[in-house]
């Protein structure tokens, strides 16, 4: 009965519980993403390109078969997904999160020091750094 009541404390723990949270939706989200690049882009650049696929482009050295087309899909892919992460959810992220700062405005907790212009802070009397007295 112990263990079990250890075991029941280590899975309520808040860090267990946000991790499995954000495993769940991380992998909702790359399900998301990989529809986005297979279903939308990768359609899109086939169209572009007049190519709808690049797997079957290889090349033989000595009875050795390169597939270097099943690469190019890969990194074209990739590079899909990396462009969408980025332009549908960090970017937007990133100016979200400058909407939400833009009117708060921090009380500055240093000043400049008139003498050796180094950072001292704010109720100093004297700077820590070439030892003279600040107004």
Known sequence: MVVLKEFKQFL???NVVDLAVGVVIGAAFGTVVTALVS?????????????????GLSFTING???MYGHFINTAISFLLSAAAIFFF????????????????VADPTTKKCPECLSEIP???????????PVA
């Open 39 to 55: 279903d939308l882009l990768t359609p899109l650049i086939s169209a572009l390109v007049k190519v709808p696929d690049f797997k």
């Open 122 to 132: 704010l109720n100093a009397r004297r700077c820590a750094h070439c030892t003279q």
């Open 89 to 104: 959810v960090i970017k937007p992220m990133n100016l979200l999160v400058a909407h939400s700062r833009k009117g708060e």
């Open 12 to 14: 309520l723990r808040g």
């Open 64 to 66: 050795s078969q390169f």
